[in-house]
């Protein structure tokens, strides 16, 4: 009876304790933190959703905006998993070399950058080449481009493509974000904006007629690379196809220590689920998955 008043509040202090809320942390479990670019939000956010309905024990932290903005998050090492429009290069990678870190970078979707002009501009065309010319600030026309902000990655990549490091003085804008471009861009005939397609798809994944104010612009590549033969628009077709001109890559990159979630979810984004989610997004994605049709004949 002695023994049984002794393990009584032994027992009863246990049972009070708090269960601990911790997650073991696997491929399909626990938390991950990582940076996204926020031209890729929309086809992130519909990754995590169904990617949540097969492994509910996960979360993901995310930290979203311009590349060059929310890139050093990850190169110094507080975040391991990064959502952005190319590779690291060989000098950002000595540090994660240093660290005895490898980095794992993956294609998942293929994206382009859409070029937007109001509907009362009479234009509904235009070359590669006269976007490279407005780059180097050697457009002989009035035409003007304007960027959602001056550390994208969509001004990253045209100033790549034009091999310029420094913006003209004149012929070339920057404002806050991708709405204030369209805004501007509807009541300006004279401008171009330069928007990401997955974000202009965000709520319209049937068509681009996200506003009746503007329009895309159908551009031709320069000659002698695939897409100079006709003016392309950015439907998925033509992502797929590789024939429109501004096309860009969607990378999962990861600093992988451990088998971690990190590192499950960006193999399922390669993966047949994450690829078909990338199809129906109206993106290209980065594998097709085949069909086997068997024909059954009767005698």
Sequence with gaps: MKKLFFL????LFAACQPKSDKVEETRTSGTVKMIVD???SSILADQIEVFRL???????D??????N????????NKVRTAILSRMLTADEQKSFAKRSVRIASSRFAIDGIALITATGNPDSTITADEVIAMMKGNSPS????????????????????????DLPKTGIYTLNNNNDVIKYVAEHKDYIGVVGVNWLLQGHRDDFNFTPQVKLLGVKNVKGKKGDD????PTQENLIDGIYPFLRNIYVINATIKNDLGTGFANWLVGRRGQLIVLKSGLGPNSMSSRDIRI???N
Excluded: M
């Design 230 to 233: 006709a003016f392309y628009k």
């Design 69 to 76: 903005k929310i890139l050093p998050q990850l190169l110094n």
């Design 296 to 298: 059954k004949s009767e």
């Design 54 to 60: 097969d492994y509910p024990n996960t979360r993901f």
């Design 38 to 40: 926020e031209s890729f």
């Design 62 to 67: 995310l930290i979203q905006g311009s590349e």
């Design 142 to 165: 009035q035409k003007k481009l304007v960027f959602d902000n001056a550390y994208s990655s969509t001004l990253r990549y045209f100033k790549d493509l034009a091999q310029v490091k």
């Design 8 to 11: 009584l509040p032994v027992v």
